[in-house]
């Protein structure tokens, strides 16, 4: 046999082989997900978690985001009826009034509900829930909570217990405790966003206070709703202003500290400045650790060490982008051109002046890529921080969902968040486009 049709036949051989390494790739591969998805369907408790789900809270907490309630709340010990929106000292009605849709005569208090619902107050601490396709729902407190329909007979919208009721309908809510029994009445919107209710400049049209007669006669018109609106108690502008600034110092203090070190670390750290094995594998080292190690976990140990505050999530943010900056500008170091180096150490330069002339200008695009890049990551990084470490916007983010009542608040911390982070990207945009392209467009 001829060496041609030896190899002609070793071709024909590697070509079966291959023909098999594929066909049993493009079966083992399909097997292998199946058996993880199969895998993640078991240890995830999937058919567990759909049990579990409860989509009326979840369609309650999605409607508590875009809206407000009105409570009305009879306390069950003294009899005593008041009427606040999202249950606010700020918020509530004077003794003696009330919104027209709640009418209160001496014991009773009727309420009415939104698609001919209603609840009553009477007396002997007994509330009635007027469904009109279910019903009448009584229930009373004596000294337990009562209702009149079995409990095999309640439907999904009724949740009860010997200490507890609530129910929940399209139209309102109403739960009742031994302390309390209280009705929630929603309607679409942000109220008392701008000014609360015990401010003179509440419900007046913007014309008015721009160009109407003085409300306040120890304010001008445009001074007092400004103050009025600035230190609303309910939303808290001035403050959330306050913590949004914090947020953004937080991320540019650690961001640009980050970047100081790690200039000067990557050279160590970069082969063609630093022949030295031991140094180099050292500095690189040190930078595997550092960003290896999660932001997160940095804030929690250095919130035990030095307390909470801003100052400690910068320097969590810090150590951690000095690694991934020091490993960034280490790689972008060993690409530079030796030439321009070596043509700036023909006039007799120094080292540093070397450094200066011959390799700084050639990394500043990437370098302020990058940092610019960080600073727009950190950014949104510094809100979770920040909730660690008591400070900025993520701790009054934090502090809304914590409390589980004003969920508007936390679309409202939601909506800056997601400003700031648009706010930073145009930013960057701009400063990378001025400082490495040399122009505004």
């Known amino acids: ?132 396709e279910f019903g009448d729902i009584t229930a009373k407190l004596d000294p337990s909570v009562s209702i ?95 913590a949004i600034g914090e947020t953004i110092l937080m991320a540019f203090l650690g961001t640009m500290g980050a970047a100081l070190v790690a200039l000067p670390l990557a050279f160590l750290a970069a082969r063609n400045f630093t022949p030295v094995v031991v140094v180099r594998q050292l500095v690189r080292r040190v930078f595997d650790f550092v960003r290896g190690v999660d932001a997160l976990i940095f804030t929690i140990l250095l919130s035990r060490a030095f307390g909470p505050g801003p100052l400690t999530g910068a320097l969590a943010i810090l150590l951690t982008d000095t690694g991934s900056l020091g490993k960034l500008f280490s790689e972008a170091l060993e690409n530079v051109d030796q030439k321009q180096i070596e043509g700036v150490s023909s006039t007799g330069a120094k080292p540093l002046q070397r450094y200066r002339f011959g390799v700084i200008p050639q990394i500043t695009p990437v370098l302020l890529s990058q940092v610019l890049y960080f600073l727009e990551s950190n950014t949104r990084s510094a809100t979770i921080i920040g909730a660690i470490t008591g400070g900025g916007i993520g701790l009054m983010l934090t502090q809304a969902i914590i409390t589980q009542k004003d969920w ?7 909506v800056l968040i997601v400003l700031m982070v648009i706010f930073m990207d145009w930013l960057s945009g701009i400063l990378r486009r001025r400082l490495i392209k040399g122009g505004g467009h």
């Not at 790739?25 to 998805?37: D, G, N």
């Not at 809270?57 to 508590?64: E, Q, V």
């Not at 875009?66 to 009605?93: D, Q």
């Not at 008392?192 to 209710?197: A, E, G, N, R, S």
């Open 148 to 242: 009149n329909i079995p409990e095999d007979a309640l439907p999904e919208w009724i949740s009860y217990s010997r200490t507890r009721l609530d129910i929940r309908t399209e139209a309102g809510r109403l739960t009742m405790t031994r302390s309390k029994t209280e009705v929630f009445r929603y309607f679409f919107g942000w109220e008392l966003f701008w000014f609360t209710l015990d401010s003179p400049y509440h419900g007046k049209p913007v014309w008015t206070l721009l160009f109407g007669p003085q409300i306040d006669a120890d304010r001008s018109n445009i001074a007092g709703a400004w103050q009025d609106f600035w230190a609303n108690p309910l939303w808290h502008h001035g403050k959330v202003a306050w």
């Open 1 to 132: 046999m001829t060496d041609a049709s030896l190899s002609m036949i070793d071709r024909q051989e590697a070509a079966q082989a291959l023909f098999k390494r594929k066909r049993l790739i493009s079966v083992a591969v399909p097997a292998v997900i199946l058996l993880y998805l199969t895998y993640i369907f078991f240890a995830f408790d999937v058919m567990g978690l759909a049990e579990r789900a409860r989509l009326d809270n979840a369609m309650t907490l999605i409607r508590d985001t875009y809206s407000y309630k009105t409570h009305v709340t009879r306390a069950n010990r003294s009899g005593e009826v008041t009427i606040a929106k999202e249950g606010e000292r700020p918020a509530t009605w004077p003794e003696g009034q009330s919104p027209d849709w709640v009418a209160i005569d001496g014991e009773t208090v009727t309420i009415d509900l939104p698609r001919g619902h209603s609840v009553l107050f009477l007396p002997d601490q007994t509330a009635v829930y007027r469904h009109p």
């Open 408 to 414: 508007e608040e936390v679309s409202y911390y939601i």
